[in-house]
Every structure is written in structure tokens, then in C-alpha cells.
């Protein structure tokens, strides 16, 4: 669908890991990603009145390194906790530009079991572009090495208007 168009659709389904997903009333979906290289997919929602707030579901379409994907599933197999210093750097691969100190401001970083599933939540800000982020890491394949990210991110400004209709999305994923 382009830009502001409405969804025409309550919820997002079979979606990578995610079976079903409720969505925010009045979201449009953003206009569509094309990548060249590996089977990467990028899907965005925004509510109709601040395309600046947006819920993003990223598929890189590459496996990361069998050492990096083994860290996250570890990391995933224990009880749910805030992560230490060490456990974040040891997931760096699957953090991508949220593991560069420079880049972004880590203000939370946790496993948590989100309707059955095991993931990994990480919240913070860039600021560079002064824009709030948090987003899940699912482990897509079970073994670590596919990574599902949902994310919702704004500029600050924009952010705490629409982040609980963002984070009541996520939390009502059904998960394959």
C-alpha cells in the first residue's frame, strides 16, 4: 500500500514469526522497501495523523555469524533479565548500530517472555537524530541466527504520543 493509504486491516498476519498481530486503529502502512541483495523485507506502519512515529517489522535476509547467533541463543535460553554489560556486547551483531556506544544511547536492555516467546527488548535513543526507539529480537530459526526485529521509533517530540498504542501492538503478537 503507498503512504497514507488506509490498511484496511486490524492486523498483521503470518508475518515471519508472527502469526497475528492486532493493530492500532487509523494506522496506514508506509510505502513498500525493495532490497537488492538477499531476502531482506522491511515493512512500515505509522498512525495516519504522525508518519513520523513509526512500527517497523525488519528482516535482514542473511544469517549472522554461527559464534554471534549462538550468544543470542543463549542469551534467550536464560531466565528473563536485564542484561549485564558483557551479555550486550556478546549480542552486538544482533543490536547492529544499538551495540555502537556513538551511535545510541541504550537506556534498556532485557529478556522477557512476550506471550510465550522469549525475546530480547532494547530501548534507547539516537542522538544524533534525537529520535526514542524500542525494539524486540526474535530468534527466528531457533538456533540464533535469523533475527525478526519489531520495533516502534519517533523523534522525541512525537514519541510518548503513540508508544503505548505501539507497544499494545506487539503485545498482542500470536506467534507461529
Given at each position: 500500500m503507498n503512504d497514507g493509504d488506509p490498511l484496511g486491516q486490524s492486523e498483521i498476519r503470518d508475518h515471519g514469526q508472527i502469526a497475528q498481530m492486532e493493530l492500532p486503529e487509523g494506522w496506514v502502512e508506509g510505502p513498500p522497501h525493495t532490497f537488492s541483495v538477499g531476502t531482506r523485507s522491511f515493512r512500515e506502519l505509522h498512525p495516519v495523523e504522525a508518519p513520523r512515529f513509526t512500527?517497523?517489522?525488519?528482516?535482514?535476509?542473511?544469517?549472522?555469524?554461527?559464534?554471534?547467533?549462538?550468544?543470542?541463543?543463549?542469551?534467550?535460553?536464560?531466565?528473563?533479565h536485564v542484561l549485564s554489560r558483557a551479555e550486550l556486547q556478546s549480542v552486538g551483531e544482533v543490536l547492529r548500530d544499538k551495540a555502537r556506544a556513538d551511535d545510541f544511547n541504550t537506556s534498556l536492555a532485557r529478556t522477557e517472555d512476550l506471550n510465550g516467546k522469549r525475546v530480547l527488548v532494547v530501548a534507547g535513543c539516537y542522538p544524533r537524530i534525537n529520535e526514542e526507539t524500542v525494539e524486540v529480537f526474535v530468534d527466528a530459526r531457533g538456533d540464533g541466527r535469523a533475527v525478526q526485529e519489531i520495533y516502534y521509533q519517533a523523534p522525541q517530540d512525537v514519541f510518548s504520543q503513540h508508544a503505548k498504542a505501539a507497544k499494545n501492538a506487539i503485545r498482542s503478537i500470536r506467534w507461529k
Open positions: 512500527l517497523c517489522f525488519y528482516y535482514r535476509g542473511l544469517l549472522i555469524p554461527e559464534a554471534a547467533g549462538k550468544a543470542f541463543h543463549e542469551l534467550l535460553e536464560k531466565p528473563a
